[in-house]
Protein backbone atom coordinates (compact mmCIF):
# COMPACT_ATOMS: atom_id res chain seq x y z
CA UNK A 1 0.00 0.00 0.00
CA UNK A 2 2.25 2.54 -1.21
CA UNK A 3 -0.30 5.80 -0.21
CA UNK A 4 -1.30 3.96 3.02
CA UNK A 5 -1.26 6.57 5.90
CA UNK A 6 0.17 4.55 8.94
CA UNK A 7 -1.66 5.55 12.93
CA UNK A 8 0.61 4.85 15.31
CA UNK A 9 -0.61 5.43 19.25
CA UNK A 10 2.53 6.32 21.66
CA UNK A 11 1.29 5.11 25.33
CA UNK A 12 2.63 6.25 28.30
CA UNK A 13 1.00 6.37 31.75
CA UNK A 14 0.76 10.24 31.97
CA UNK A 15 0.54 11.35 28.58
CA UNK A 16 2.21 14.69 29.36
CA UNK A 17 5.78 14.44 28.17
CA UNK A 18 7.13 11.64 26.82
CA UNK A 19 4.34 10.26 24.59
CA UNK A 20 3.34 13.78 23.54
CA UNK A 21 6.74 14.53 22.50
CA UNK A 22 6.93 11.48 20.32
CA UNK A 23 3.08 12.36 18.70
CA UNK A 24 4.85 16.05 17.22
CA UNK A 25 7.81 14.12 15.93
CA UNK A 26 6.42 11.37 14.46
CA UNK A 27 4.06 13.97 12.80
CA UNK A 28 6.86 15.93 11.55
CA UNK A 29 8.94 13.33 10.35
CA UNK A 30 7.12 11.01 9.28
CA UNK A 31 6.63 12.11 5.81
CA UNK A 32 3.41 12.29 5.93
CA UNK A 33 3.33 8.15 5.92
CA UNK A 34 2.33 8.50 9.61
CA UNK A 35 -0.10 9.77 11.65
CA UNK A 36 0.55 9.70 15.60
CA UNK A 37 -1.89 10.43 18.43
CA UNK A 38 -0.87 9.63 22.30
CA UNK A 39 -2.53 8.80 25.43
CA UNK A 40 -1.97 7.45 28.17
CA UNK A 41 -3.24 5.00 31.02
CA UNK A 42 -3.18 7.38 34.16
CA UNK A 43 -3.65 10.67 32.18
CA UNK A 44 -2.66 13.59 33.94
CA UNK A 45 -4.48 16.13 32.09
CA UNK A 46 -2.38 18.42 31.07
CA UNK A 47 1.04 19.04 29.20
CA UNK A 48 3.90 19.37 31.03
CA UNK A 49 4.95 22.74 30.28
CA UNK A 50 8.90 22.15 29.66
CA UNK A 51 7.56 19.50 27.07
CA UNK A 52 5.51 22.56 25.46
CA UNK A 53 8.47 24.60 25.73
CA UNK A 54 10.92 22.67 24.03
CA UNK A 55 8.20 21.16 21.00
CA UNK A 56 7.95 25.35 20.49
CA UNK A 57 11.84 25.63 20.67
CA UNK A 58 12.54 22.85 18.04
CA UNK A 59 9.79 23.85 15.55
CA UNK A 60 7.33 21.07 16.41
CA UNK A 61 4.04 20.98 16.11
CA UNK A 62 2.14 21.44 19.12
CA UNK A 63 -1.34 21.87 17.62
CA UNK A 64 -3.90 19.69 19.33
CA UNK A 65 -1.64 18.44 21.64
CA UNK A 66 -3.25 17.45 25.25
CA UNK A 67 -3.19 14.53 27.82
CA UNK A 68 -6.01 12.17 27.64
CA UNK A 69 -7.20 8.63 28.17
CA UNK A 70 -6.10 5.97 25.78
CA UNK A 71 -9.75 4.33 26.08
CA UNK A 72 -10.51 7.38 23.35
CA UNK A 73 -8.49 4.96 20.90
CA UNK A 74 -9.94 1.75 21.84
CA UNK A 75 -13.82 3.56 21.69
CA UNK A 76 -15.61 2.75 18.15
CA UNK A 77 -15.04 5.27 15.50
CA UNK A 78 -11.77 6.03 16.86
CA UNK A 79 -8.41 5.85 14.35
CA UNK A 80 -7.50 2.28 13.70
CA UNK A 81 -3.86 2.04 14.45
CA UNK A 82 -1.68 0.09 12.71
CA UNK A 83 1.33 0.78 15.99
CA UNK A 84 0.99 1.05 19.32
CA UNK A 85 4.23 1.93 21.26
CA UNK A 86 4.95 1.99 24.81
CA UNK A 87 7.18 4.60 26.01
CA UNK A 88 7.12 3.81 29.87
CA UNK A 89 7.31 0.96 31.60
CA UNK A 90 4.44 1.48 33.77
CA UNK A 91 2.00 1.60 30.90
CA UNK A 92 3.31 -2.07 29.80
CA UNK A 93 2.74 -3.61 33.00
CA UNK A 94 -1.05 -1.77 32.93
CA UNK A 95 -3.51 -3.55 31.70
CA UNK A 96 -3.95 -2.64 27.79
CA UNK A 97 -7.19 -2.14 25.59
CA UNK A 98 -7.42 -4.77 22.62
CA UNK A 99 -6.82 -2.79 19.84
CA UNK A 100 -9.41 -2.68 16.97
CA UNK A 101 -7.73 -3.84 13.87
CA UNK A 102 -4.74 -6.02 16.30
CA UNK A 103 -2.14 -3.22 15.64
CA UNK A 104 1.88 -4.05 15.84
CA UNK A 105 3.24 -3.06 19.27
CA UNK A 106 6.44 -2.54 20.69
CA UNK A 107 8.23 -1.47 23.95
CA UNK A 108 10.19 1.46 24.06
CA UNK A 109 11.55 2.57 27.15
CA UNK A 110 12.33 6.42 27.63
CA UNK A 111 12.77 7.85 30.99
CA UNK A 112 10.23 9.85 32.05
CA UNK A 113 11.72 13.76 31.97
CA UNK A 114 9.00 14.81 33.83
CA UNK A 115 9.92 12.85 37.01
CA UNK A 116 13.37 14.39 37.46
CA UNK A 117 13.33 16.00 40.95
CA UNK A 118 16.14 19.21 40.91
CA UNK A 119 16.59 22.60 39.49
CA UNK A 120 15.60 23.59 36.13
CA UNK A 121 18.20 22.42 34.63
CA UNK A 122 18.80 19.11 35.41
CA UNK A 123 14.95 18.72 33.93
CA UNK A 124 15.84 20.67 30.93
CA UNK A 125 18.63 18.63 30.81
CA UNK A 126 16.50 15.30 31.44
CA UNK A 127 13.58 16.45 28.37
CA UNK A 128 16.01 16.97 25.84
CA UNK A 129 17.59 13.50 26.52
CA UNK A 130 14.21 11.99 26.70
CA UNK A 131 13.33 13.81 23.23
CA UNK A 132 16.57 12.91 21.70
CA UNK A 133 16.34 9.64 22.20
CA UNK A 134 12.78 9.64 20.87
CA UNK A 135 13.53 11.16 17.79
CA UNK A 136 16.42 8.68 16.75
CA UNK A 137 13.99 5.70 17.43
CA UNK A 138 11.53 7.81 15.53
CA UNK A 139 13.82 8.46 12.89
CA UNK A 140 15.08 4.52 12.50
CA UNK A 141 11.32 3.66 12.10
CA UNK A 142 10.51 5.98 9.40
CA UNK A 143 13.49 4.41 7.95
CA UNK A 144 11.88 1.00 7.54
CA UNK A 145 10.87 -0.52 4.58
CA UNK A 146 7.71 -1.34 5.96
CA UNK A 147 6.29 -2.24 2.32
CA UNK A 148 8.84 -4.92 2.03
CA UNK A 149 8.36 -6.44 5.23
CA UNK A 150 6.30 -8.68 6.74
CA UNK A 151 4.37 -8.01 10.16
CA UNK A 152 6.48 -10.53 12.39
CA UNK A 153 9.50 -8.47 10.82
CA UNK A 154 8.59 -4.94 11.51
CA UNK A 155 7.49 -6.38 15.24
CA UNK A 156 11.27 -7.60 15.41
CA UNK A 157 12.84 -4.17 13.93
CA UNK A 158 10.66 -1.91 16.52
CA UNK A 159 11.91 -4.33 19.47
CA UNK A 160 15.46 -3.92 18.63
CA UNK A 161 14.75 -0.25 17.81
CA UNK A 162 13.42 0.01 21.57
CA UNK A 163 16.58 -1.14 22.64
CA UNK A 164 18.79 1.40 20.94
Known sequence: MPNKI???????????????????????LGNGRFKAYSAGSFPTGTVDPMALEFLKANDLPTDGLRSKPWDEFAAPGAPVMDYVLTVCDDAVENMSPVWPGQPISAHWHVDNPAAVQGDEQARHHAMVSAAANLRRRIELFVALPTAALDRMSIQHELGIIGKN
Request: net charge neutral; hydrophobic share 50%; aromatic share 8%.
Open 6 to 28: FNVLFLCTCNSARSLIAESQLNA
